[in-house]
């Protein structure tokens, strides 16, 4: 919402906070105005991320036995939930993990449950960028990982091999006793992917930066290295981009204090880990003009930025004749039809709706009012259907690194919170 980091809480017993960084020390509480208060809800775990590829950090997190939510940010710093009806099915949701699990380069999200009064398994939701449109949302096969015994009190992933792909941990507890579980996703090895550290000044991991990796074709993909997620726990302070087929091209890196670096890559900077560090003064970098950010973007000021092509001042028109109307998105854009209107009605200057021709009458101030505008609800999508892959377990029980004795314990919470 601001250049600076902003924070949001998911609350227990109360509203949730959105706190706007107003830049000079202080914060306002937006959440109410951004249509993210909810409430009557009780908030567990929570990511940010990007869902729709536009640029804007968006919101997904999990309600204690309520409707789970997925806000994506529109141009008016408001959310909107486009959950679908199996998405938001309420659970005794413990921990909300995003992330790209196959390396597809489309987040996947993990919802950890705990079966406290009968069965309630782990679920598994893949949520895919469309062009101009909502994500679709489709619940996976989550495989073993579903547990629908499991007293689940938090989970986490990571790479634990160093193979690129990230692996699930599962911990259990609080109401009953029961070992820690690891799981390996089956499918996606062949997949690119980049997994990149940001540091602070001090060396330490830069919890509330911002990473996006422009792609040779697949756009801008971003990620939060978020210091919350979980209710008993946290992720790692890794950028774990799947990339499918492509290739980044440049990464960038956002500070909280608003301090940024760009670095082109080459092809044989995929596959690998990567540690960028905090800038020294007037040691920011600067991309040069003719740097390729791939399909969608080009170099302004320094940085990749959206290219708009339907503005374009030279060359034949960017959409045919048969659907001439231009419509700019985030490193894309889509051609469609001029719309044909009923009488009474006119297209708009985009030509993508119809409008009634606005007709001004004098009137007396006397006679002048106000009203409000009330937001619309939330817009629900339908999930589709048959399961892609699984997380068949490689190891349960005690664990020693991947085969030792180890113990998970945490002071209980009352907020999730993510820093952007």
């Not at 036995?65 to 099915?89: C, E, I, K, T």
């Not at 708009?308 to 028109?317: A, D, H, L, V």
């Amino acid at each position: 919402m601001s250049s600076s980091s902003d924070v949001f809480c998911d609350n227990e017993n109360g509203p949730n906070f959105l706190f706007r960084n107003n830049g000079d020390g202080t914060f306002t509480d937006m959440a109410q105005q951004a249509g993210v208060e909810d409430r009557y809800q009780h908030g567990r775990g929570v990511a940010l991320a990007d869902f729709n590829a536009d640029g804007k950090t968006d919101i997904v997190y999990g309600n204690w036995n309520g409707q789970h939510r997925l806000y994506l940010q529109d141009n008016n710093q408001r959310f909107r939930d486009v959950a679908s009806g199996s998405f938001s099915s309420p659970s005794p949701v413990r921990t909300v993990i995003a992330a790209d699990f196959d390396n597809d380069q489309e987040l996947d999200i993990f919802f950890n449950n705990i079966a406290y009064r009968g069965h309630a398994p782990n679920r598994l939701f893949r949520v895919a960028r469309r062009a101009d449109a909502d994500p679709q949302i489709e619940e996976l096969n989550v495989g073993e990982a579903a547990e629908p015994q499991g007293r689940g009190t938090g989970a986490t992933v990571t790479d634990f091999d160093g193979d690129g792909q990230l692996d699930l941990l599962v911990a259990h507890g609080e109401s009953a006793s029961q070992p820690i579980s690891v799981f390996k996703v089956t499918q996606g090895s062949s997949n690119h992917w980049l997994r990149v550290i940001p540091r602070t000044r001090f060396g330490s991991f830069a919890r509330g930066a911002r990473v996006t990796a422009y792609t040779n074709r697949s756009g801008a993909l971003m990620r939060i290295i978020d210091g919350g997620s979980g209710y008993l726990c946290e992720m790692e302070p890794v950028a774990h981009f799947g990339l499918g087929k492509d290739e980044v091209t440049v990464v960038e890196v956002y500070w909280p204090d608003g301090r940024s670096v760009a670095r082109p890559l080459q092809p044989g900077d995929m596959n690998s880990v990567m540690e960028i560090g905090y800038p020294k003064e007037g040691e920011e970098s600067v991309l040069n003009p003719d740097t390729q950010c791939g399909e969608g973007f080009f170099v302004k000021n320094g940085r990749c930025a959206d290219n708009n092509e339907c503005k374009q001042q030279s060359g034949p028109p960017v959409c045919p004749k048969s659907r001439p109307v231009c419509s700019n998105t985030y490193g894309h854009y889509n051609c469609g039809p001029r719309k044909t209107c009923s009488r009474g009605h006119k297209p708009t200057k985009d030509g993508r709706a119809c409008m009634v021709p606005t007709r001004y009458y004098p009137l007396s101030p006397s006679l002048c009012s106000c009203s409000s505008v009330l937001p619309g609800g939330p817009l629900f999508l339908t999930p589709a259907g048959a399961p892609l892959w699984a997380l068949p377990p490689i190891s349960t029980g005690p664990l020693h690194g991947l085969n030792g004795d180890m113990r998970l314990r945490a002071p209980q919470s009352h907020a999730s919170m993510g820093i952007a």
